[in-house]
């Protein structure tokens, strides 16, 4: 009997979440524009990479996953024993289905992508694209919509108040700027880690 292909598993796993999450937050606030948050498109990029086995998705997602949902698993984790930031309350404020949605998408994108690079390897030249995927949506989010949503944090602090003002300053200096310090930095530790740990063949 042929073993299940685990990646196409792992794969139909995170397409099935994000289009759930995505059709939840459709529905119940009339915006196709939420599909521009980083977790759902990025979880396309990721799902992707599964289906195709293919180094430089998975590395990609790696990469941008790892400071971009980490805040929001340790937060699920803090909000367990009553020192949540804050993000796990909202979103249980918005009701079950769609804390379920959510925190579900988020829990997934690291797990599937380590998974996918430890088997698959570690792609040194998944640096460049995932810096241009991670301007390109910036600024598209940042074009196509409102401040009151702060889609993807591009027009003030994640956790904080919109100012009303200073929108452009915050995207050049505490969006594009910060992810591309961030990026590199931890590109650079997971190559580290996966050029000593794991057992795949690696072209690094």
């Known amino acids: ?16 979440a994000v289009l759930f999450d995505i059709t939840v937050n459709i ?14 498109v990025t979880a396309f990029i990721l799902a992707a990479g599964l289906f195709r086995k293919d180094p430089r998705l998975l590395t990609m997602t790696l990469v941008l996953a790892v ?3 980490f805040m929001w698993i340790a937060d699920f984790f803090l909000e367990m024993f009553g020192h949540g930031l804050g993000r796990t309350a909202e979103l249980w404020g918005y009701g079950p289905v769609v804390f379920f949605s959510s925190v579900t998408l988020h829990g997934l994108l690291i797990p599937c992508s380590f998974y996918g690079v430890w088997k698959k390897g570690f792609d040194p030249k998944a640096l460049v694209p995932a810096l ?7 600024t598209v989010t940042f074009l196509l919509t409102p401040p009151a ?9 994640c956790d904080g108040e919109d100012p ?10 505490g969006s594009l700027l910060v992810w591309s310090v961030v990026v590199p930095v931890v590109f650079q530790a997971l190559r580290w880690f996966f050029g000593r740990f794991s057992p795949a063949e690696r072209t690094a």
């Open 27 to 40: 529905s119940k606030y009339g915006s196709v524009l939420d599909a521009l948050w980083f977790c759902n």
């Open 67 to 69: 400071p971009g949902q």
């Open 132 to 138: 241009i995927y991670v301007y390109i949506l910036l």
């Open 164 to 173: 009303g003002t200073g929108y452009w300053r915050h995207f050049i200096i």
């Open 1 to 16: 009997m042929k073993r299940p292909d685990r990646f196409q598993i792992l794969g139909t796993l995170v397409l099935v």
């Open 149 to 157: 949503e702060n889609v993807n944090c591009v027009f003030f602090r």
